[in-house]
């Protein structure tokens, strides 16, 4: 059974603290990792899409990153408004579904 | 941009009530699905349907139905609402299985029943 876990389950950060989000996966036949940020009373909020080890992709202050076992969301240099929650899920193919994490809670403090 | 609607932002139901949620997406996706979001579980899969008409059970489709008479509408019934069907309720909407492409959520229905 595919599992997702996202460590830590909450982050507090200074504003312009540095720091990473952890995603690690059990998957037969990796085929897609996504990231969602999600606000509060709100639907995720699509991210990223990562296909394979070594991939990287960026957006603003995030980088997400991918190896055969986890991917990191580096956040630069964060903002206020970069507080949310981060889900990450996995996709292993076909017309299997897609498996979501837990998130991490993410607040930055001004 | 992918824009998926549900119809209520808050809805407040009865025990017993048939309740009907909602949603609506402008993508032309073949796949759409209904999740619900409990603080500390994450999201769990309910239906899903890959065509119109097809629907197939996710996790937890106990309790539930759905019905998919159009592509772009895709709803969710609870038959006979109960106190622990009180959740977040998620629709998205993707490209066809094997496209490897994400699923876009719309804002959810905060559903209480009492």
């Known amino acids: 059974e595919d599992q997702v876990t996202q460590s830590p389950e909450a982050l507090r950060l200074q504003e312009g603290e540095s720091s990473s989000l952890n995603c690690s996966y059990t998957v037969s036949g990796l085929r897609g990792l996504f990231w969602y940020r999600q606000d509060p009373g709100k639907g995720p909020e699509f991210l990223f899409t990562l296909y394979s080890a070594g991939e990287e992709k960026e957006k603003e202050r995030l980088k997400a990153t991918l190896t055969k076992k986890e991917s990191f969301l580096h956040i630069t240099a964060p903002k206020p408004e970069d507080s949310a929650t981060y889900l990450c899920a996995v996709y292993a193919g076909g017309y299997q579904k897609v498996t979501f994490g837990t998130g991490t809670k993410l607040q930055v403090i001004p | 941009d992918v824009k998926v609607t549900q119809s209520s932002r808050y809805l407040v139901k009865r025990t017993g009530e048939k309740v009907f949620l909602e949603c609506v997406q402008d993508?032309?996706?073949?796949?759409m699905f209904w999740y619900r979001q409990d603080p500390g579980l994450g999201l769990r899969l309910i239906y899903f349907?890959?065509?119109?008409?097809?629907?197939e059970k996710g996790d937890i489709p106990e309790g539930y139905s759905v019905s998919r008479e159009k592509k772009e509408r895709f709803s969710l019934i609870l038959e006979s609402a109960s106190t622990n069907q009180t959740s977040m309720y998620l629709c998205?909407?993707?490209?066809?299985?094997?496209?490897?492409?994400?699923?876009?959520f719309g804002d959810g229905t905060r559903l209480s029943i009492l």
């Open positions: 349907s890959y065509d119109v008409k097809m629907k």
């Open positions: 998205a909407s993707s490209l066809p299985f094997g496209s490897n492409q994400p699923q876009h």
């Open positions: 993508m032309d996706h073949e796949n």
